[in-house]
């Protein structure tokens, strides 16, 4: 049996895509890194503060399975969700943008 390396098949697979679906394609990808970066910051945070999640979420006002969302990239908080949880882990939202 024969296999295709991943990075061929992607190759392919964007080479065959109209503008339009390279462009959903490519908003598709920033979303799903933002997610993953959030996620990573919120759970680097929480552990950092030794936090559990169902606390996290109390603090925050919100439920544990929200923060869970957050923390495996399912969800991505908004800015409010964003400040509340920065304030539960006794600190402060601040966001940067880099070009």
Request: glycine share 6%; aromatic share 4%.
């Amino acid at each position: 049996m024969s296999t295709t390396p991943w990075e061929q098949v992607r190759d392919e697979s964007l080479a065959a895509m109209t503008d339009e679906e390279r462009d959903d394609y490519d908003a598709a990808a920033v979303e799903a890194e933002a997610r993953l970066q959030l996620a990573e910051l919120v759970y680097n945070a929480r552990t950092a503060a030794g936090l559990s999640q169902t606390e996290l979420a109390r603090r925050a006002n919100t439920r544990q399975s929200v923060i869970s969302a957050i923390e495996n990239g399912a969800q991505a908080p908004g800015g409010v969700m964003l400040a509340r949880i920065a304030h539960a882990l006794g600190g402060t939202l601040e966001i940067q943008v880099a070009a």
